[in-house]
């Protein structure tokens, strides 16, 4: 005895990819398909529609496939509405809950199919009855008597197609080789940051400490002057050593400008802790004159908010840096939630990367740039599949970012 249901898939499906993802996960869930009905789009931005039974040996393995399904794009034809279930213990889910993807995302309830608002991936669905709305939020946000959605019924995922025109950041374009040619890439990605500034959208940065350490401070606080970047997300260290090269000339107690090591300069980082404690804030001593130059006196001096998010690894931390971690993922939502947000870029920083990348809706266009290939790679394998990698290091691909800027807008 089989078990079957049907689906449907519209759009691009043929190359985005969708229509073979569904074969693929329908084969490795030991499932079998059949097509009923399937109309090509005859030129490249025509649309193409698919109809197919979908079967299994059990129901519990048909159920599993069909989750799956709807993870890339299916809709299921005759689909329930979802089910709600009362949270009864704060940060404590009901069993079965409905782990979200960060595509766009609708559920069917009251006869409708209502948009989930501010998506990010490993969320569940809260749903508002009485104002039929729904919205993700995190496990740890959960109080007594919400109410959010259980299993895999009547949901609904747009997953992304490829875009009609051909760009750097073309859907399914995020292979990773250091053999790709970075100068045309650097030049694509500087047409996108014009182009967002344009429209007025706003450019986050996530950067490492390694934007300091090889030479790119200039680079990117000339973009902050600039308006280019509009938030900046970093960890402790980034701060610390940005602060030390304006006061010491120093990151991590060398000559930036000779590549020499200053003589007792490894304690630089911790004098540089100390005079920002004694200030106040890093605010305060961009203000007194303690700190003249860099990316977190251009932050200061242009009003671009930053979140500094504290970890165990950290010295000090600097009084900016938010130590509670729950609270760095709030103050980073604030931001990514805001409708003008329209690019990341992510240079040098693996674990911040991952974590603002788990954050973000898959609309972001996100770019990431590190040395080691396997960083770059890791991003994607977690989920932020729209990320574009670049094999590069900070201090050779910011400031040649900002040269391309400069070159589009003389």
Known sequence: MKFTREIELRGHIVDSGILAKVMDTVVEYNGDFETDEFTLGRLKTDPSYAKMRISASTSEQLESLIGELRRVGA??????????????????????FYSTTNHPTYIKYGGKWIPVTNMKM???ILVDTEKMTAKCIVQGKLSPSDTVVVGEEGIKVDFPERPREIGVFEFMGGDVSSERPSRTLIKSIAKEIVAMKNSGKKIALVGGPAIIHTGAVEAVASMIREGYIDVLFAGNALAVHDLEYSIFGTSLGMDLKTGELVTGGHRHHLYTINKIMSEGSIRAAVESGTVKSGIMYECIKNNI?????GSIRDDGPLPDTIQNTMQAQDEMRKHITDPKFGMILMVATLLHSIAVGNLLPSHIKTVCVDI???????LMDRGTSQAIGIVSDAGTFLPCLLDEIHNLTK
């Open 75 to 96: 809709v299921i034809v005759g689909e329930s509405e979802v089910t709600l279930k009362k949270v009864e213990k704060a940060k404590v889910a009901p069993e079965g």
């Open 122 to 124: 490993d969320a569940l």
């Open 305 to 309: 908010p930053y979140v500094l998010a």
């Open 372 to 378: 080691n290939p396997a960083s770059v790679t890791k």
